[in-house]
């Protein structure tokens, strides 16, 4: 069975600095999809990154990015010049096999002292 | 606006008395799922379906009925709520693989006396 892990139950991090969420995963699959996700105290959950295991380019969108190391089951989140806006919970999920059944974490609190 | 819609927003009921989360979307999309999210055990998959007249059990189907007789609507049933079914509820949709994005009501809060 796929699991996925956050082993930081929280973080903080200051405004305009930069910071790293961890994920690991375990999986047989070969074809898979990995995501971050977003909520912030509105609960609304908000995709922030998809990334494909099939490609070896780290997925980036802005202030966002990953680090995927395929081999080592790893996920990792990068925050770039956080901003007050970025706190919030952070989930790591994991999507692959037929049944399309996301896979989450048990997230990760972001908070931004400014 | 491409949206999914989810009502009750908030519901507190008592313990025995049925109740119907509606869950709606206009997106056109195969894929329908319900997630529970409880502290510390992030979200879990409760029932989806694949389309119409299809639907099969997630990880935490206990207590739990879905229906799904019209591709944009995908209702969720507690005959007999439990305190223990207390929890915020996702609705989600999506296309129907891995591959595309799914995009989550704005949640139900539920609680249970």
């Known amino acids: 069975a796929q699991t996925v892990t956050q082993s930081q139950p929280e973080m903080s991090v200051q405004e305009a600095e930069t910071v790293t969420l961890s994920c690991t995963y375990d999986?047989?699959?070969?074809?898979?999809?990995l995501f971050w996700y977003k909520q912030p105290p509105s609960r609304q959950m908000i995709l922030v990154i998809r990334?494909?295991?099939?490609?070896?380019q780290n997925a980036t969108e802005n202030r966002f990015s990953v680090n995927f190391q395929k081999a080592a089951k790893s996920f990792s989140l990068k925050i770039s010049d956080s901003q007050l806006g970025d706190a919030a919970m952070y989930f790591c999920?994991?999507?692959?096999?037929?049944?399309?059944?996301?896979?989450f974490g048990t997230g990760t609190l972001l908070a931004v002292q400014p | 606006e491409a949206q999914v819609t989810q009502n009750p927003r908030y519901l507190i009921t008592v313990t025995g008395k049925k109740l119907t989360v509606t869950c709606s979307q206009n997106?056109?999309?195969?894929?329908m799922s319900w997630y529970r999210q409880d502290p510390g055990l992030g979200l879990r998959q409760i029932y989806y379906?694949?389309?119409?007249?299809?639907?099969d059990k997630g990880d935490v189907p206990e207590g739990y009925k879905v229906s799904r007789k019209e591709k944009r609507n995908f209702p969720l049933i507690l005959e007999s709520p439990s305190p223990n079914q207390t929890s915020l509820y996702f609705c989600?949709?999506?296309?129907?693989?891995?591959?595309?994005?799914?995009?989550f009501g704005p949640g139900t809060r539920l609680t249970v006396t």
């Open positions: 999986t047989s699959e070969s074809d898979y999809y």
């Open positions: 379906s694949m389309n119409v007249e299809v639907t």
């Open positions: 990334q494909e295991a099939y490609k070896q």
């Open positions: 997106m056109n999309h195969e894929y």
């Open positions: 989600a949709s999506s296309h129907g693989t891995a591959s595309y994005e799914q995009y």
């Open positions: 999920a994991f999507n692959g096999g037929a049944t399309n059944k996301l896979i």
